[in-house]
């Protein structure tokens, strides 16, 4: 898609790569650590997680509300898992694409590296690459627990 933003963000957590796969999967967990910004939270998380399951996520900050969709694409245990995102607010409606691909790093340790493709505005890109880094902080504290 012409026009399209795309931003990459790497992280090594504590974890197996299964461990921190799971983690993107866990309904009942999801929501200690997906927040991607101070005051953020995730009251009811739905996740479907199969290929062609779809999630939703309503986001918190106060009284307003942010809600989210997609639907997986590619569940590869361990290794990779792709899905849509979209957001009336953080996408203008449009589906976008994350993938995150996870690789051992070491005795414990599991690299991440999140792709999200088909951003269709720069300052779209530059607002979910400060949510996505912030949420791969809380990954990195909830994994060292």
């Known amino acids: 898609m012409e026009g399209r ?22 309904q009942e967990n999801i929501s200690k650590w997906l927040k991607p910004g101070e005051g953020v939270s995730v009251p009811n998380p739905q996740i479907d997680g199969r290929v062609g399951g779809k999630f939703s996520f309503t986001m918190q900050i106060g009284e307003r509300e942010l809600p989210h969709f997609g639907e997986y694409k590619k569940i590869n245990r361990a290794t990779e898992l792709q899905f849509t995102w979209m957001s009336p607010q953080g996408t203008s409606g449009e589906d976008t694409l994350v993938t995150i691909n ?19 505005t720069e300052e779209l890109r530059n607002n979910h690459n400060g949510g996505w ?13």
């Not at 197996?16 to 999967?25: C, Q, R, S, V």
């Not at 880094?133 to 627990?145: G, W």
């Open 5 to 26: 933003y795309s931003l990459v963000i790497e992280k090594e957590l504590s974890g197996t790569p299964e461990m921190i796969f799971d983690a993107w999967l866990d």
């Open 133 to 145: 880094t912030r949420i791969m902080e809380c990954l990195k504290e909830y994994t060292e627990l």
């Open 102 to 120: 996870l690789e051992p790093s070491g005795e414990g340790k599991t690299k991440l590296k999140l792709t999200h493709d088909f951003l269709p």
